[in-house]
């Protein structure tokens, strides 16, 4: 790792000795889009750029490759690739990734904050752009089928302590109840099954969530069209509440207009697809195309199917980049809180019901931390980011409440 990168008004230093972290200074609505699955010939809008790279089409937020300055793009390896954004949060960003995930890095905590990031690779420029460097990531979604994908901010503020008043005051118009609420949703996409298409919410969809609705909104990201996805929800629960146990558990870093990357396979089990049959019309929610001993999964989703072979892994990506809490429980009516939360218990611990209404113990659920433009060194707990979890918590579970 660089022994030190200046990050515009800080730096980040590997400290001497067991490799901790030396910082200084220290901080005390509207309609979906459809996006139609089915196999359609290589065109235009999906040509190849940069080597064989491709812009990353499942892209729910952030800076989009043809639209912005920069952008995200997909590798023929599958990894992503994220533009290195202008000086001073281009460099912290890849000086973050760096410092976690340093060959030498034995500090427990960073150590333990790899579980939730994408697998970071190193750096990539394209031989014709040398001094175009991109980050070179784990596509986290790469594993589903049909993945349901959903990008989320969160803390108090979407600004840094050093950012301009009128950067603050930017960011506050764009959701005055960021600091009420914790957290925004900055995109998402929904299978839904009986069509065989995705709906899509942008970021205005998410700016438009007051706190009356936000529940309901964010409810929109589980439902397939047939039935909410407990499962899901259950497990996207457990895996925020290990994110959460991160936070209360370090005193490092503070993060600042990051996000959470929700992914759950979209696609029902083959167990439950006949009984969906009924609802949702014959062979909607049959993958075709696909022949014995294969997984038909979207390559980049650009509206592409690729068979992948069952026994397919990253494996190969890894080898070819190896490097030489107490959540408030609220219910406005207060008569169904003691059997709600009891049932929604149980949903937690993944009892009863199926893939495909609820309630499965081993549902394919991702949740990562990504964006840390904004990363900076602190002696205390992040307040505002542990504030963002413990309410999207909070929300989450009252969602499963109310279906339980």
């Given amino acids: 790792m660089e022994s030190s990168l200046g990050l515009g008004r800080l730096e980040l230093t590997p400290s001497s000795g067991a ?11 509207g309609h979906p889009a459809k996006d139609k699955c089915g196999q359609l010939p290589l065109g235009p809008q ?21 639209v912005d300055t920069v952008g995200i793009l997909q590798h023929p390896d599958g990894t992503v690739l994220k533009q290195l954004q202008p000086p001073p949060r281009g460099p912290r960003e890849k000086q973050f990734y760096s410092m976690v995930y340093a060959e030498d890095c034995c500090d427990p905590c960073l150590l333990q904050l790899q579980n939730h990031l994408p697998k970071y690779y190193g750096t990539w420029s394209s031989p014709d752009s040398p001094n175009d460097l991109y980050l070179k990531l784990e596509d986290v979604t790469r594993r589903f089928v049909k993945p349901c994908i959903m990008d989320v901010k969160l803390g108090q503020r979407s600004y840094d302590p050093f950012a301009s008043q009128e950067k603050r005051e930017q960011q506050i118009r764009k959701y005055p109840l960021m600091e009420e609420i914790g957290f925004l949703v900055l995109g998402m996409r929904v299978y839904k099954m009986c069509s065989d298409t995705f709906d899509s919410y942008d970021q205005h969809y998410g700016r438009g969530l007051a706190k009356d609705t936000i529940k309901d909104g964010l409810a929109k990201f589980f439902h397939n069209g047939v039935s909410l996805r407990k499962d899901a929800v259950s497990a996207s629960i457990r895996r925020v509440q290990c994110i959460l146990r991160w936070f209360e558990s370090q005193q490092q870093l503070a993060f600042y207009a990051s996000s959470l990357l929700f992914v759950y396979e979209g696609l029902p089990s083959s167990s439950s697809s006949s009984s969906l049959s009924g609802r949702c019309g014959e062979g909607k929610v049959r993958q075709e195309g696909a022949r014995p001993g ?12 690729v068979p992948v072979p069952w026994d397919y892994s990253l494996s190969t990506i890894y080898t070819n980049h190896r490097k030489g809490g107490h959540h408030l429980w609220k219910d406005e009516d207060g008569e169904r809180e003691g059997r709600g939360r009891r049932e929604a218990e149980e949903e937690l611990k993944g009892r009863g019901g199926n893939a ?15 964006d840390f433009a904004h990363v900076f060194p602190s002696e205390s707990h992040d307040h505002g980011y542990i504030y963002g979890l413990k309410n999207l918590l909070t929300v989450l579970e009252q969602i499963l409440c109310d279906a339980a």
Avoid: F, W
Avoid at 20 to 29: E, N
Avoid at 52 to 60: F, K
């Fill in 19 to 29: 490799g901790g972290v030396s910082l200084t200074p220290r901080l005390s609505g």
């Fill in 46 to 66: 999906v040509q190849a750029h940069l080597n064989g790279c491709v812009p990353l089409s499942h892209q729910v937020a952030g800076h989009k490759y043809g």
């Fill in 294 to 305: 294969e997984e038909v999964a979207e390559y980049n989703n650009n509206n592409i199917q």
């Fill in 356 to 370: 495909t209404e609820g309630g499965g113990g081993d549902t394919e659920v991702e949740v990562r931390m990504i």
